[in-house]
Structures are given as structure tokens and as C-alpha cells.
């Protein structure tokens, strides 16, 4: 390993991209790939599993041993509304590895004291997202009903191709929001890419149990999500 | 839950930045229940100075001794620890798993 690789690697963390090095044993070379590299890189086959569960392991290939090491921005999420389902959500998405932020500018709703431990903003989505933008390894979780207060994250959120993006409301209010977001310019598939009504069908009875829905929904949007979307996205 | 401002490849960049020799130890493979999982470094540099952890302490001293001797060769070391090299070692990880630690000095380039 040479320091020039320790720079690019850590440029590469800094950036929130994904990075994978991959060292051979024996001689000690090192080659620190981006996603795009690692995908077409020769050892694909082993590195395009753990791209998705973000794994480190040694790999054996043609005689030669491989370190490969995974680099993957830690994921957040982003709830826009202080509600019930946030105040569920939040811990349990801390507690799944995630960074947390709550938005909504209803100073009544975003208080420290119904939201510990995670970050709060009390102000409007779009002064918050304007000073730390999303990106594709964020989720965005719009749960207020207020098209004022959710639609300019939404919007944001298919822009920046964030993982995943999800809207509490009725089949109803959806329908309403994508004739608003067609208006606005947004073709449908990308619009489809709306998680809505929110959250995984359990038959979630109650704001906790929404929030596993929710939950369980980002996980599998995460683990899953398709390797060569992130890449052009890149 | 992110750890990326002050790790171990962190303080590693920093510390050739001032001109120390340095090296990075690196679970590569883990057994049983071992402590850290595969990733997980150490920095070191030519006077013992470390950060990071590889173990959560069972074996860190003998990690940074061969990764003070690999920065004086320039050449890298795989590393074995476990219960059963405790008399080869003279450390072991209590906790009845096994690594391997790659260590590798870092050549200023």
C-alpha cells in the first residue's frame, strides 16, 4: 500500500461514494476501486455480493489470495415530519446503523424532548436540504400530509436517486400527489419510485407498527437495490 | 454510527502527512466469535504509536511489535491469533475465536 491510496481512499469515504480495495496477499498490492471500477473490475464475481451487504473477506482466486475490503458510505435517513410515526422510527433506525435527521418546521412538533438522541431540524425541508444534500445512500421518509411541508423533499429525493423515498398517505393522496408531481414535470417512472402508501403490507395498526413497516421497507430497499442504478447515479 | 472522521485510515493519512512510517493491520478473517469483524485496523507507526483496534485489545500488542519489524523490511505479514497459538504467541483471544491479521507497511508514494 502506498500513502497516494490511502488519500484516494479516504477522498472517496469523505465524498459518501463507495470504495472497495482489494489487496493480494503475496505481493501486498493494493488497488482501491470505485463502484463503477469494481464492477468491471476482474474479480466482479466477489466483489458484486458484498457491494450489497458491504462484507470484507478474503477470497481465493486461480492460486492467489485477495483481501477485499468494502467501503460503504453509512446510510441515513431523513424522516420529513416530527409525528408519532417519526418518534418510533427514529430509534429504530439509529439503531439499525442508520444516521437520523427529523425535519418539519412546526416548531410544536420538533421538539428535543420527544426526539432524543437523533438530530432534529426545526425548519422548512428545503433550508435543511439546501445545507446538507441528499444523496443516493440516503432514504427519505415523508410522513407530515402536508403537501407544503413533503413535496419539496420528495421532489429532492427523486432527483438526487436517494434509495429510498416513501410517502404516508392514502392511495387517495397519492394519486393527488402524482398529478402534482406530473405537473411539475415528473415522468412516471420516476415518480414510481415512490414508496406510497408507506411501508411494508403487515396491516401496521398504529404509529409503532408503521414505523417496522417503514423500516423494514428501507432495509429492503438497501440490501437490495440494484447495483448498476447506483452506479450511473454515481 | 459513523465512525469516518477519525479512523484508523484517517489518522493513517494524517500520520504520513508528517512524515511518519507507518503501517495498517487489517482483520482479513475471522473464526468462532471473535471480537472485530474483517475490516477492522490498526494503525501503527515506527515507534509503537497506534489507533484503532483489531481485537479490542487480546492481541494488539503483538500486532503492533510485527508492524514496527514490517515497517523497518517494508514487507507485508499475515498474522495468525487464536487459543491454540497462545505458547507460539504468548497471547490469545480469551474469547475462544480466531483471527488473521494482515499487517502491511505503508510506503510514502
Given amino acids: 500500500m502506498k500513502s497516494s491510496d490511502l488519500i484516494v481512499l479516504n477522498a472517496l469515504r469523505a465524498a459518501r461514494q463507495p470504495a472497495v480495495v482489494v489487496t493480494e496477499i503475496a505481493s501486498g498490492d493494493v488497488q482501491v476501486l470505485t463502484q463503477a471500477e ?4 476482474g474479480l466482479v464475481d466477489e466483489i458484486k455480493p458484498r457491494l450489497l451487504t458491504g462484507k470484507s473477506g478474503m ?9 477485499i475490503q468494502l467501503h460503504l458510505p453509512p446510510p441515513r435517513l431523513v424522516i420529513i415530519g416530527a409525528v408519532h410515526i417519526s418518534q418510533a422510527l427514529a430509534p429504530m433506525a439509529a439503531q439499525c ?3 437520523v435527521v427529523v425535519v418539519d418546521p412546526r416548531t410544536a412538533f420538533a421538539t428535543p424532548e420527544r426526539f432524543t438522541g437523533v438530530t432534529l431540524q426545526a425548519d422548512w425541508p428545503e433550508q435543511v436540504l439546501d445545507a446538507d444534500p441528499l444523496d443516493a445512500w440516503t432514504a427519505v421518509a415523508a410522513v407530515t400530509h402536508d403537501p407544503k411541508i413533503d413535496d419539496l423533499p420528495l421532489k429532492r429525493a427523486l432527483d438526487a436517486r436517494c434509495f429510498y423515498v416513501g410517502a404516508l398517505g392514502s392511495r387517495k393522496t397519492h394519486g393527488k400527489r402524482l398529478s402534482r408531481f406530473a405537473e411539475a414535470g415528473y415522468d412516471e417512472s420516476l415518480v414510481s419510485r415512490i414508496a406510497a402508501p408507506i411501508g411494508l403490507d403487515i396491516g401496521a395498526a398504529n404509529p409503532a407498527e408503521i414505523a ?3 423500516m423494514a421497507q428501507i432495509i429492503e430497499a438497501h440490501r437490495r437495490r440494484p ?3 447506483l452506479d450511473s447515479a454515481a | 454510527m459513523s465512525e469516518i472522521t477519525d479512523d484508523a485510515l484517517n489518522i493513517a493519512e494524517r500520520w504520513t502527512g508528517e512524515g511518519r512510517a507507518i503501517a495498517l493491520a487489517t482483520v482479513v478473517e475471522t473464526w ?3 471480537p472485530r469483524p474483517a475490516g477492522s485496523q490498526l494503525v501503527i507507526d515506527s515507534d509503537g504509536n497506534f489507533e484503532g483496534s483489531v481485537s479490542g485489545g487480546c492481541v494488539e500488542g503483538a500486532v503492533v511489535f510485527e508492524a514496527v519489524e514490517a515497517i523497518e523490511t517494508g514487507a507485508p505479514k499475515m498474522l495468525e491469533f ?8 504468548e497471547v490469545g483471544l480469551s474469547c475462544g475465536g480466531k483471527i488473521r491479521v494482515y499487517v502491511q507497511p505503508v510506503a510514502r508514494a
Avoid: K, Q, R, T
Avoid at chain 1, 477470497?59 to 483481501?67: D, L
Avoid at chain 2, 487464536?82 to 504467541?89: K, N, R, S, T, V
Fill in chain 2, 82 to 89: 487464536g487459543i491454540a497459538d497462545e505458547a507460539a504467541w
Fill in chain 1, 97 to 99: 446503523g442508520y444516521d
Fill in chain 1, 38 to 41: 469494481a464492477l468491471a473490475h
Fill in chain 2, 32 to 34: 468462532g466469535s471473535a
Fill in chain 1, 59 to 67: 477470497v481465493g482466486v486461480a492460486g492467489a489470495e485477495y483481501f
Fill in chain 1, 227 to 229: 447495483l448498476g442504478d
Fill in chain 1, 212 to 214: 417496522v413497516a417503514v
